[in-house]
T-cell receptor, first 116, second 113 residues
Framework: EAGVVQSPRYKIIEKKQPVAFWCNPISGHNTLYWYLQNLGQGPELLIRYENEEAVDDSQLPKDRFSAERLKGVDSTLKIQPAELGDSAVYLC??????????????FGPGTRLTVL | AQSVAQPEDQVNVAEGNPLTVKCTYSVSGNPYLFWYVQYPNRGLQFLLKYITGDNLVKGSYGFEAEFNKSQTSFHLKKPSALVSDSALYFCAVRDGGFQKLVFGTGTRLLVSP
């Protein structure tokens, strides 16, 4: 079974430039997550999708960050414009959630963003 | 709000010795607890979870964790460490009724030959 796929793996941009990250979850997983991981810290949730619907985006800085999950499969996370403080690893995860169940999340390798 | 604490930034152990990576939690309601491992330049890999049932949970790669409700702890253990176990370990808790994980700050495990 293929895991969660993310691209690019690394991205270096100058501040104020836009950047986008792509995630393809495990086939059949209905729930997709974007996490931000700063150096030396644990991941922090940015947004969670159930199928096409963003059900938790309370931690997403909406002035510069946006995300979409068209057709309930792939997802894209965008930053525009990027700031120096956005340098971090952006992790995508997916899981199969059902009523009354809580299954583990499977993570992709992440995209390491460096903003100069 | 739910939270977990990992009191040790780093744990050092010799190969072949038992290892313990500590985690304590704070939740309202029943805790759903998880351990993940992260190798350099890779995403997090699921090791094990506690939802309900036996307090000793067995997971991947020979790891196990002991849930202790009275001490609000969920320590990760392995009877005999391998050099290849050297990595960053994260404890996590499900945040209430939301399907998101709240992670600790991580513990770096270094197993020496």
């Amino acid at each position: 079974e293929a895991g969660v796929v993310q691209s690019p793996r690394y991205k270096i941009i100058e501040k104020k430039q836009p950047v986008a990250f792509w995630c393809n979850p495990i086939s059949g997983h209905n729930t997709l997550y974007w996490y931000l991981q700063n150096l030396g810290q644990g991941p922090e949730l940015l947004i969670r999708y159930e199928n096409e619907e963003a059900v938790d985006d309370s931690q997403l800085p909406k002035d510069r960050f946006s995300a979409e999950r068209l057709k309930g499969v792939d997802s894209t996370l965008k930053i525009q414009p990027a700031e120096l403080g956005d340098s971090a690893v952006y992790l995508c995860a997916s899981s199969l959630q059902g009523l009354g169940a809580y299954n583990e999340q499977f993570f992709g390798p992440g995209t390491r963003l460096t903003v100069l | 709000a739910q939270s977990v604490a990992q009191p040790e930034d780093q744990v050092n152990v010799a190969e072949g010795n038992p290892l313990t990576v500590k985690c304590t939690y704070s939740v309202s309601g029943n805790p759903y607890l998880f351990w993940y491992v992260q190798y350099p330049n890779r995403g997090l890999q699921f090791l094990l979870k506690y939802i309900t049932g036996d307090n000793l949970v067995k997971g991947s790669y020979g790891f196990e964790a002991e849930f202790n409700k009275s001490q609000t702890s969920f320590h990760l253990k392995k009877p005999s460490a391998l050099v290849s176990d050297s990595a960053l370990y994260f404890c996590a808790v499900r945040d209430g009724g939301f399907q998101k994980l709240v992670f600790g700050t991580g513990t770096r495990l270094l197993v020496s030959p």
